[in-house]
C-alpha cells in the first residue's frame, strides 16, 4: 500500500479542475471524473461550475484567514435558496469553519479561556449551522423529481447522511447506485466502511489509490488512527498536505499531534 500512495502523490500536478459545488480543486482521474478535495462532491467531467464564482469566492476569503467574512457570504449565498447542491456546498463550509474556530484554541496567550471559550461556542453554532443544511439538502433531494433514479442525488443523499453520522440512511442510498459511472458508489462505500469501521475498508481504500483517487489517500490515514496507528497515520499525512489541499487532512493531522502530545507526557 506504501508504494502505491506514494507513487500516486508523486505523480500528482496542480488540476485547474474545479467542484461545481463549492469551487475548490478537484483532482481527476484518467475517467476525467473526480471528487472533490473539499467538499468530496462527485464531479463527472460534463458537471456544470454552476456555483463556482460565489463559492469559490468563499474560498479565497478561508485562504486569507478572513472566517467571519466568509461565514457572511455562505450566509448571503443560502439565504432564500433550496437548490441541494448548494445547500451541500454550503453545509461542507460551515463544518469547515467549525473545525477551524476549534482547532484555533490556544492556552498560551493571556486570556485564553475567555477567548477559547468563545471559539468552542462558535464552533458549536457552525456546527448545527452545517446539519441544518445537510438536512435541508437531503430533504429537498428527496422533494424533487426522478431523485432516486440520478446518481449524483443518491451520492449526495449518502454523503450527506454519512458526514450527519446516518450511517443506516447513507447505505440505503449506496445500496441504489447504479454500478456505472462506478466512482460515486465506489467513494461512499469506502467512507462508509471508514466511519462505521467495517472489516472491509482496508480494501475500499486500496483499490481507489490504485485507480488514482487522491482522497483516498486521506482516508488511509483515517484507518490507522481507527485501528490506534497514529505514527504511521501522521507520516501518510504530512506527505498528503505537501500536495493535497483538503482542510480535513489539516484537521486530521492536528487532531493526531495533539493525541501524540498527550501519550508523551
Same mark, same amino acid.
Given at each position: 500500500?506504501?508504494?502505491?500512495?506514494?507513487?500516486?502523490? =508523486?505523480?500528482?500536478?496542480?488540476? $485547474?479542475?474545479?467542484?461545481?459545488?463549492?469551487?475548490?480543486?478537484?483532482?481527476?482521474?484518467?475517467?476525467?471524473?473526480?471528487?472533490?478535495?473539499?467538499?468530496?462532491?462527485?464531479?463527472?467531467?460534463?458537471?456544470?461550475?454552476?456555483?463556482?464564482?460565489?463559492? =469559490?469566492?468563499?474560498?479565497?476569503?478561508?485562504?486569507?484567514?478572513?472566517?467571519? +467574512?466568509?461565514?457572511?457570504?455562505?450566509?448571503?449565498?443560502?439565504?432564500?435558496?433550496? +437548490?441541494?447542491?448548494?445547500?451541500?456546498? !454550503? !453545509?461542507?463550509?460551515?463544518?469547515? *469553519?467549525?473545525?477551524? #474556530?476549534?482547532? $484555533?484554541?490556544?492556552?498560551? &496567550?493571556?486570556?485564553?479561556?475567555?477567548?477559547?471559550?468563545?471559539?468552542?461556542?462558535?464552533?458549536? $453554532?457552525?456546527?448545527?449551522?452545517?446539519?441544518?443544511?445537510?438536512? #435541508?439538502?437531503?430533504?429537498?433531494?428527496?422533494?424533487?423529481?426522478?431523485?432516486?433514479?440520478?446518481?449524483?442525488?443518491?451520492?449526495?443523499?449518502?454523503?450527506?447522511?454519512?458526514?450527519?453520522?446516518?450511517?443506516?440512511? !447513507?447505505?440505503?442510498? *449506496? =445500496?441504489? %447506485?447504479? @454500478? +456505472?459511472?462506478?466512482?460515486?458508489? @465506489?467513494?461512499? &462505500?469506502?467512507?462508509?466502511?471508514?466511519?462505521? #469501521?467495517?472489516?472491509?475498508?482496508?480494501?475500499?481504500?486500496?483499490?481507489?489509490?490504485?485507480?488514482?483517487?487522491?482522497? !483516498? *489517500?486521506?482516508?488511509?490515514?483515517?484507518?490507522?488512527?481507527?485501528?490506534?496507528?497514529? @505514527?504511521?497515520?501522521?507520516?501518510?499525512?504530512?506527505?498528503?498536505?505537501?500536495?493535497?489541499? %483538503?482542510? %480535513?487532512?489539516?484537521?486530521?493531522?492536528?487532531?493526531?499531534? &495533539?493525541?501524540? @502530545?498527550?501519550?508523551?507526557?
Amino acid at each position: 500500500m506504501q508504494s502505491n500512495y506514494l507513487g500516486l502523490l =508523486s505523480g500528482i500536478e496542480d488540476s $485547474d479542475s474545479k467542484c461545481g459545488f463549492c469551487g475548490s480543486q478537484v483532482f481527476l482521474t484518467a475517467k476525467n471524473e473526480g471528487v472533490c478535495n473539499f467538499c468530496e462532491a462527485y464531479i463527472p467531467s460534463e458537471t456544470p461550475a454552476k456555483y463556482k464564482p460565489a463559492l =469559490s469566492e468563499i474560498q479565497k476569503l478561508i485562504d486569507l484567514g478572513k472566517i467571519e +467574512d466568509a461565514k457572511a457570504k455562505a450566509d448571503a449565498i443560502i439565504s432564500g435558496n433550496m +437548490d441541494p447542491s448548494l445547500l451541500y456546498g !454550503a !453545509a461542507n463550509i460551515y463544518s469547515f *469553519i467549525s473545525d477551524f #474556530k476549534y482547532y $484555533d484554541l490556544n492556552y498560551s &496567550r493571556k486570556g485564553f479561556m475567555e477567548e477559547n471559550s468563545a471559539n468552542i461556542y462558535y464552533s458549536l $453554532d457552525m456546527t448545527s449551522k452545517s446539519k441544518e443544511m445537510f438536512y #435541508k439538502a437531503i430533504k429537498t433531494t428527496l422533494g424533487t423529481e426522478g431523485s432516486l433514479n440520478s446518481t449524483q442525488s443518491l451520492y449526495l443523499l449518502s454523503m450527506s447522511n454519512l458526514k450527519l453520522k446516518n450511517s443506516i440512511e !447513507a447505505i440505503k442510498y *449506496i =445500496s441504489m %447506485m447504479k @454500478e +456505472d459511472p462506478s466512482l460515486p458508489k @465506489e467513494y461512499s &462505500r469506502m467512507v462508509y466502511s471508514i466511519e462505521t #469501521k467495517n472489516k472491509e475498508a482496508y480494501e475500499r481504500i486500496a483499490s481507489l489509490i490504485s485507480k488514482g483517487n487522491a482522497n !483516498a *489517500i486521506y482516508y488511509l490515514a483515517k484507518y490507522y488512527v481507527n485501528n490506534k496507528k497514529l @505514527e504511521e497515520a501522521k507520516l501518510i499525512l504530512e506527505k498528503f498536505n505537501e500536495k493535497v489541499r %483538503m482542510p %480535513m487532512s489539516v484537521f486530521l493531522l492536528e487532531k493526531i499531534n &495533539r493525541l501524540l @502530545e498527550e501519550i508523551a507526557l
